[in-house]
């Protein structure tokens, strides 16, 4: 009886918190099932950042990325400003010296004397009059720095291509960071193709045993990518990007979104392309030329398996359903549903990677008929290609068979490869896309929500409720749980859930807008206030 009594308090609190929440501006969902189960018949919320890491699964990089702990920087930075200067690359640049000290790479006559210019050549490299230091790959890394950070672009080549010049073993410590700031150099100078030829050459040079302090061949991938882009090589960058992301460097989720040809941009983000400003100033002509630019690239991006990929689940995350189009506005905005699935059809392609998304992406355009070709033409074994066969099941009235298939699907989602962290691949932002805290539900409470709508249809009262549970779907799973269920079949759920400790809440009262808010027990009072969603710095207890 002690586990009904907890989670009848847990769930009580909930709704207390949920329900007080409207009053106050909160925007999340409330009920998956509700108005008669559309959410169950229309398509679930795809994530950008979740297709793009599943996606990144298929890469698999030697490289090893370095993450500071005391700076989000590893190198020195393409800025003016001299106080941006890294301190990781300050420590790895001591720490290297040491090193090539303690080997007798080099041998200056005085070391603790060389130690003492070396440390300030750094703490003054971008000075007009850089400090003597003992010559060597060091000094002829700083020079280049100096040269750099003060826009001598002429000065920093040459002085890293002398540093290259080196017999090979008196450049063991800065061969890779020579290599990579003068791909950082092309990129500034608008030699982009020079640009991908070093960060090629910064990979090769760590393989061959060179140092890399600052893990700059794995940083090399996210450059080389950039400099692709530049070149409109956009399917030469999509792999390097993707790499990035597998390396675990989230800024990659963003730069695949320059790759898409017919994005739109979203006002406060970086867009990679002409602003929401800019494009209201064109006139009809200009958007039509934009827009006959926009189909070339998209025709061009169905002969690559990757950049095909890419569309498809950007329009996924992106685009609304038609229902959703305003046939009475005169600037109505484009179906890319549709058309990306007609520029696939006119492509005659005769093998389709994931061709359960592009079952999705004509299912969310009402194309039932055309989901079913697809989810046909695809392996048929993905948690996707499982959720899709269970609406189309559903649609044609085949409960038992899309329950079933929906079970799988989830059990997929959740321990199948795809969808589940891996290492280097930020676990937090794959569990935020789960089951997030916001206005959309999320990819896991969408499926867990299908599942449930499915067990409840046919009855099967007490497994819903648990789909539900499972699936953070919290309002559904308290309306089964006090208006479905028996207290017996209730008591049994509850008495046969693991011996654990329930999450310790607190209800407290925000100073700012008086509302009780619901906050896991901390050491510090200090949590977000999720009512007015601002960060108080005190609560009264209650």
């Known amino acids: 009886m002690s586990h009904f009594a907890k989670l009848l308090a847990a769930v009580g609190a909930t709704l207390c918190f949920l329900g007080r929440l409207h009053a106050t501006g909160y925007y999340g969902p409330d009920f998956y099932l509700e108005e008669g189960g559309k959410n169950v018949d229309g398509s679930p919320e795809f994530y950008w950042g979740l297709e793009v890491r599943r996606l990144a699964k298929e890469f698999h990089p030697s490289e090893k990325r370095v993450v500071s702990e005391k700076a989000e920087q590893k190198s020195d930075e393409e800025t003016s400003d001299n106080s941006n200067l890294s301190q990781a690359t300050e420590d790895a640049d001591l720490k290297d ?13 005085d070391p603790t004397k060389a130690k003492e210019q070396h440390k300030l050549a750094r703490e003054t490299i ?60 092309g990129l500034k100078t608008n030699d982009y193709q020079s640009a991908s030829q070093w960060f090629q050459r910064t990979r090769e040079f760590a393989k061959n045993g060179f140092a890399d302090s600052l893990g700059l061949a794995a940083e090399s991938y996210g450059w080389e990518g950039r400099a692709e882009w530049k070149q409109e090589h956009p ?60 189909i070339s690239k998209l025709r061009s991006a169905t002969q690559d398996p990757l950049l095909r990929q890419l569309v498809t689940v950007h329009i996924l995350a992106t685009a609304s359903s038609p229902d959703l189009y305003s046939s009475d506005s005169e600037a109505a905005p484009v179906n890319r549903c549709a058309r990306w699935l007609n520029i696939i059809k006119q492509a005659n392609l005769s093998r389709i990677e994931d061709a359960e998304y592009l079952g999705w992406v004509a299912y969310n355009n009402g194309d039932y008929k055309g989901a079913a070709h ?121 008495d046969a859930l693991p ?19 619901l906050f896991e027990k901390i050491d510090t009072p200090t949590p977000k206030n999720i009512c007015c969603r601002r960060t108080i710095k005190s609560w009264k207890s209650m």
């Open 97 to 109: 010296f040491d090193a090539a000290l303690k080997e007798g790479r080099i041998k200056p006559p």
């Open 126 to 185: 971008t000075s007009t009059s850089p400090t003597a230091e003992f010559d060597s790959e060091f000094a002829d890394y700083h020079r280049g720095a100096g040269a750099f950070l003060n826009k001598n672009w002429d000065e920093a080549r040459k002085a890293w291509e002398d540093l290259l010049k080196r017999p090979e073993q008196d450049r063991h410590y800065r061969t890779v960071w020579a290599a990579f700031m003068l791909g950082k150099l």
């Open 235 to 294: 399917e030469k960058a999509a792999p390097l990007f993707l790499t990035q992301l597998a390396l675990g460097d989230p800024s990659a989720v963003v730069s695949l979104k320059a790759l898409i040809p017919d994005r739109e941009p979203v006002g406060g983000l970086l867009n990679y392309g002409p602003e929401a400003d800019e494009r209201s100033s064109w006139n009809d002509e200009q958007k039509k030329e934009e827009e006959q630019k926009e």
């Open 374 to 494: 697809w989810l046909e033409l695809s392996k048929g074994d993905s948690g996707a290609a499982l959720w899709l066969q269970a609406k189309l099941q559903r649609r044609a009235g085949k409960l038992a068979e899309a329950a079933k298939t929906m079970a799988q699907a989830v059990e997929l989602l959740r321990s199948g490869p795809a969808y589940t962290p891996s290492a280097g691949i930020d676990e937090k932002w794959t569990e935020y896309d789960y089951f997030p805290e916001g206005p959309n539900w999320g990819w896991g409470q969408s499926a867990h929500g299908d599942l449930g709508g499915l067990r409840l249809a046919r009855g099967d009262f007490v497994q819903a409720f648990d789909t539900l549970f499972k699936g953070h779907l919290w309002n559904d799973a308290a309306f089964v749980a006090e208006r479905v269920l028996t207290t017996k079949e209730l008591k049994q759920y509850v």
């Open 499 to 517: 011996n654990a400790e329930p999450p310790k809440v607190i209800i407290g009262r925000c100073d700012i807008c008086s509302d009780d808010v």
